[in-house]
């Protein structure tokens, strides 16, 4: 029989009265199934997460640092069962599984490192004035498919160590990880403070229009947000929204290419692509180019895409069958258009699971889709450019702004360029790397406010003032 996963509500397991199937992208199986909740179960977590706000708001930052020492603790203990389930729901490779669960913990750790101090703004003769931060309430958290524990955990600590409760609610696509980590660490917070339920389309606006939710963190695409933010306009709730991407990486022709060339492959092709901070469009500087797309196209063709499960896999599955389609009509788009491809391009349909090979194309024009839109999937556009004004306005010639990297033997040199992206990171001879005392949040179309750092706590919290005037009444 399959196993059925239960919701977290007031502390409590809850199974559900009607059934998510969830699938192993690798082979189109169902592997599990999970609660399909609506308006009655997501009232019952939200008055549960309203009712323990009271008291968690004024437990001390040492109490809720408490909490998520045991919180770090039970998911490290954890891991190795964690990191299976999560490879076969998401389809990563076990590697790349254990190193978003080694990441959950690493940020149960950290995160709560962070501090609200209070702010002195005035201290005269006159008067007293400090402004200290006090937690929004109840905060409705949703995450996305391709990361969908670790966003889960970048999302709940920091909302419960500024003294929110929350209601959480993954991907319905891969939600079996998160809630076996809610089974596990159910006991660690006070009933109430930390929901977790799961449902199909109807559940996620059912969770930003709810009026007893003050505040919305969403991670997800752009057109969701957008839809997010109407919902959550209704009330004014306060939003955080982590959107898509269409990060460009630019190769200086200082750049060492047979060291770029797999660091390259991998910002582009990590998790298959599915990273809203992946490398998608990669602008390489004419004098290198015909050396560093040989050396990316030799790395490609030997690298296996595989069942996540087995070992060897370096590259794993589309997550599900909607994103699977719209990459291959991507790529069928610039088949059509005769885009010149070095490594990939052909499909075979007959293979269960989701699968796309490695593809990596060949200076396709910048207005061609696979340049234009979020691929979200494992596709690597290359671009020859010539001055680095013109890259440079390349680039930023997107309504996203996500992150950006940049590619040299002169890293210091590239700062000026990297303050010319209008991109919310922007890397050096590096990808991907997210620290929790640093915000990450979008420019433009990519995002709204900041998720980490103490930007990110802040979100959580309204600001309250409180003056005392030095001559008494
Ligand atoms: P999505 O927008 O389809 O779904 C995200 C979540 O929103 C899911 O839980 C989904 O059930 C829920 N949802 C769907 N419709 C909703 C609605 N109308 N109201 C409220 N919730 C709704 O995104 P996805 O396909 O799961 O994820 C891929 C996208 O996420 C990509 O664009 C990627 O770049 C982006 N992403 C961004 C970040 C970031 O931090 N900026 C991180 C990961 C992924």
Redesign the pocket.
């Known amino acids: 029989m399959t196993t059925q996963y239960k919701n977290l509500i007031n502390g409590e397991l809850v199974a559900g009265d009607k059934w998510i199937d969830v699938v192993n992208p690798a082979n189109e199986q169902v592997i599990g199934q999970v609660p399909d909740c609506g308006q009655a179960e997501l009232d019952k977590a939200v008055a549960a997460a309203r009712a323990a706000f009271p008291k968690w708001k004024k437990t001390s930052m040492e109490e809720r640092r408490a909490c998520f020492a045991k919180m770090a603790d039970v998911i490290k203990a954890n891991s190795d069962e964690l990191m299976r389930l999560l490879t076969s729901e998401q389809g990563k490779p076990h590697m790349q599984a254990g190193s978003e669960i080694a990441g959950c913990v690493g940020m149960t750790r950290a995160l709560p490192m962070l501090n609200l101090e209070e702010k002195i703004s005035e201290d005269s003769e006159k008067r007293l004035s400090r402004t200290r931060r006090v937690p929004v309430g109840v905060v409705g958290g949703?995450?996305?498919?391709?990361?969908p524990v670790l966003?889960a955990v970048q999302k709940i600590v920091p909302a419960l160590l500024s003294g929110c409760t929350m209601v959480l609610?993954?991907?319905?696509f891969t939600p079996l990880a998160t809630l076996r980590m809610a089974e596990l660490i159910a006991g660690v917070f006070p009933a109430g403070v930390l929901n977790i339920i799961t449902g199909g389309?109807a559940l996620?606006?059912l969770?930003?229009s709810h009026p007893d939710i003050d505040k919305i963190t969403?991670?997800?695409?752009?057109?969701?947000g957008k839809?997010?933010m109407e919902?959550a306009s209704k009330d004014l709730k306060r939003i955080t929204l982590?959107?898509?991407?269409n990060d460009a990486a630019i190769v200086l022709p200082d750049a060492d290419v047979a060291k770029v060339a797999e660091k390259l492959f991998w910002a582009s092709f990590y998790n298959a692509g599915q990273v809203?901070i992946a490398a998608k469009r990669i602008y390489i500087h004419e004098d290198i180019y015909d050396e560093l797309s040989a050396a990316i196209a030799a790395y490609a063709s030997a690298v296996k895409v595989g069942d996540g499960a087995e070992q060897g896999t370096a590259i794993g599955p589309i997550q599900n069958k909607q994103?699977y389609k719209r990459v291959l009509e991507l790529i069928a788009d610039a088949k059509d258009k005769g885009y010149k491809f070095l490594v990939g391009g052909d499909h075979d349909p007959s293979i269960p699971g989701y699968f796309v090979p490695v593809t990596v194309l060949d200076n396709p024009p910048e207005d061609a889709r696979i340049v234009a839109e979020?691929q979200?999937g494992p596709v690597m556009p290359l671009m020859k450019f010539t001055t680095v004004d013109e890259v440079i306005s390349r680039a930023n010639a997107s309504d996203y702004g996500?992150a950006g990297s940049i590619w040299t033997s002169n890293p210091e040199a590239a700062v000026a360029v990297a303050e010319q992206l209008e991109t919310g990171t922007v890397w050096i001879n590096e990808s991907m790397h997210l620290a929790p005392n640093a915000p990450?949040g979008?420019h433009k179309q990519?995002?709204f406010g900041a998720?980490l750092g103490e930007e990110g706590l802040l979100e959580f919290t309204y600001p309250q003032v409180i003056t005392i005037a030095r001559e008494a009444a």
Request: with cysteine; charged share 15%.
């Open positions: 949703i995450v996305p498919w391709n990361f966003m609610k993954p991907s319905p389309d996620g606006p969770l930003t969403f991670t997800g695409s752009t057109a969701t839809r997010v919902s982590e959107l898509g991407g809203c994103q979020e979200f996500l990450f979008g990519s995002g998720e």
